[in-house]
């Protein structure tokens, strides 16, 4: 059944076929968000980010790739965020997802995309070609009054909209740059725009932070917020849980180290919601040269990759770190040298301890003596996105 298809570009003619899977795989589309929906869906068909698998004539399986950055050590590296995959019931567990995986990670390359991210329906098939865990997206509630009660009056806020886009990501930047930050996406300033713009959608702006809110089943929620100093952070706190009137209680997107947990005197709501995501290496040498690494770390160690679905990866590689930098070489050297598959480079990129990956057979070889030197170089906070795409 599998020999006939074929993958393909998504077209606009392909469109329906795309509708009435995703329907047997997410639920019915609403009349009232498929005009939207095929706008968007027509960006990603314009640049070439839209593919399928067709069977004939037939579309049967289709995703999206999403043109991102992603901090990695407070550096940006290029990633493609895989999205919307969906495959026809009736070609379920007969290769068409791997087939339109394999295709997936071709195309990224094809566009530059070093790294790869997704959020998993299902681990099983994207470990298969080489996805490993690489953070989460937390969410943790607080009750609101707490938050009302943290003072920071002396710090001018205002309202922040559209054009306030540009100065978002400028806050963004410095806050990422200096905490060597792991995960979150880079969004293109439109998509800024467009989030501030939207009414449902609540921003305050100060000199050195902001925060966007909003409301959620009779809750607030807080898509992000980014304080350069405390006084900020407790005025922005204290503006969403100035709702807490109508609201009892405060969600919030945010890292678990963020200070909020630091601040408000009761910890948060032990039912936290965690949503993971996987992370795969496109191009080795770039994902390597594109991260940040921790400052003062020095490494020089060859590593020995294998990746059954990306071939360039494959091979003996001389890792260097110094000065926050990395790169990643050939090598012509011949000792033992630490032996990865794809999924545990990814996690090691991610921040994964050696010794994890080694108890679980994703690494092995090498001396074990350089292990710490290793772990050090790609330590950083906990990796983590604000976002679901």
């Given at each position: 059944?599998?020999?006939?298809?074929?993958?393909?570009?998504?077209?606009?003619?392909?469109?329906?076929?795309?509708?009435?899977?995703?329907?047997?795989?997410?639920?019915?589309?609403?009349?009232?968000?498929?005009?939207?929906?095929?706008?968007d869906?027509?960006?990603?068909?314009?640049?070439?980010?839209?593919?399928?698998?067709?069977?004939?004539?037939?579309?049967?399986?289709?995703?999206?790739?999403?043109?991102?950055?992603?901090?990695w050590?407070?550096?940006?590296?290029?990633?493609?965020?895989?999205?919307?995959?969906?495959?026809?019931?009736?070609?379920?567990?007969?290769?068409?997802?791997?087939?339109?995986?394999?295709?997936?990670?071709?195309?990224?390359?094809?566009?530059?995309?070093?790294i790869?991210?997704?959020?998993?329906?299902?681990?099983?098939?994207y470990?298969?070609?080489?996805?490993?865990?690489?953070?989460?997206?937390?969410?943790?509630?607080?009750?609101?009054a707490?938050?009302?009660?943290?003072?920071?009056?002396?710090?001018?806020?205002?309202?922040?909209?559209?054009?306030?886009?540009?100065?978002?990501?400028?806050?963004?930047?410095?806050?990422?740059?200096?905490?060597?930050?792991?995960?979150?996406?880079?969004?293109?300033?439109?998509?800024?725009?467009?989030?501030?713009?939207?009414?449902?959608?609540?921003g305050?702006?100060?000199?050195?932070?902001?925060?966007?809110?909003?409301?959620?089943?009779?809750?607030?929620?807080?898509d992000?917020?980014?304080?350069?100093?405390?006084?900020?952070?407790?005025?922005?706190?204290?503006?969403?849980?100035?709702?807490?009137?109508?609201?009892?209680?405060?969600?919030?997107?945010?890292?678990?180290?963020?200070?909020?947990?630091?601040?408000?005197?009761?910890?948060?709501d032990?039912?936290?919601?965690?949503?993971?995501?996987?992370?795969?290496?496109?191009?080795?040498?770039?994902?390597?040269?594109?991260?940040?690494?921790?400052?003062?770390?020095?490494?020089?160690?060859?590593?020995?990759?294998?990746?059954?679905?990306?071939?360039?990866?494959?091979?003996?590689?001389?890792?260097?770190?110094?000065?926050?930098?990395?790169?990643?070489?050939?090598?012509?050297?011949?000792?033992?040298?630490l032996?990865?598959?794809?999924?545990?480079?990814?996690?090691?990129?991610?921040?994964?301890?050696?010794?994890?990956?080694?108890?679980?057979?994703?690494?092995?070889?090498?001396?074990?003596?350089?292990?710490?030197?290793?772990?050090?170089?790609?330590?950083?906070?906990?990796?983590?996105?604000?976002?679901?795409?």
């Amino acid at each position: 059944m599998t020999d006939a298809l074929r993958f393909v570009d998504i077209a606009k003619e392909h469109l329906d076929d795309v509708i009435r899977v995703r329907s047997r795989s997410f639920g019915p589309l609403a009349a009232a968000n498929r005009e939207e929906w095929i706008k968007d869906a027509q960006e990603f068909i314009d640049d070439g980010r839209y593919v399928g698998v067709a069977a004939g004539d037939e579309v049967v399986a289709a995703a999206r790739i999403w043109a991102f950055e992603q901090w990695w050590g407070g550096r940006k590296v290029p990633m493609a965020g895989i999205a919307s995959v969906v495959v026809s019931p009736e070609y379920r567990g007969r290769g068409v997802g791997s087939k339109l995986m394999r295709g997936v990670l071709a195309r990224s390359i094809e566009k530059g995309l070093p790294i790869t991210a997704l959020y998993p329906a299902t681990t099983v098939i994207y470990r298969h070609l080489g996805y490993e865990f690489g953070g989460g997206r937390y969410r943790f509630t607080f009750p609101a009054a707490d938050l009302r009660s943290l003072g920071g009056k002396d710090v001018s806020i205002r309202r922040a909209g559209a054009a306030d886009a540009g100065r978002l990501l400028e806050l963004v930047a410095q806050s990422n740059s200096a905490a060597l930050v792991n995960g979150p996406l880079v969004w293109a300033e439109s998509k800024v725009a467009e989030w501030l713009g939207d009414e449902d959608n609540f921003g305050y702006l100060a000199d050195d932070g902001f925060v966007v809110y909003n409301w959620d089943d009779g809750d607030l929620c807080v898509d992000e917020i980014i304080a350069g100093s405390e006084a900020t952070a407790r005025a922005l706190w204290a503006t969403v849980g100035s709702g807490s009137s109508i609201a009892t209680n405060v969600k919030a997107y945010v890292v678990p180290n963020d200070p909020v947990h630091l601040l408000v005197d009761r910890e948060a709501d032990k039912q936290a919601q965690i949503q993971r995501w996987m992370l795969r290496m496109l191009d080795a040498p770039a994902a390597i040269s594109g991260r940040g690494f921790t400052p003062g770390a020095s490494l020089e160690v060859d590593l020995e990759l294998e990746d059954a679905e990306v071939a360039g990866n494959n091979g003996r590689w001389h890792l260097s770190v110094a000065k926050g930098s990395g790169a990643l070489t050939a090598s012509t050297g011949s000792g033992d040298a630490l032996r990865l598959g794809a999924r545990g480079l990814a996690a090691l990129y991610a921040g994964t301890p050696l010794a994890s990956l080694r108890k679980a057979g994703l690494a092995s070889g090498g001396s074990t003596g350089a292990d710490g030197a290793i772990d050090s170089a790609f330590a950083g906070g906990t990796s983590y996105m604000l976002d679901f795409f």
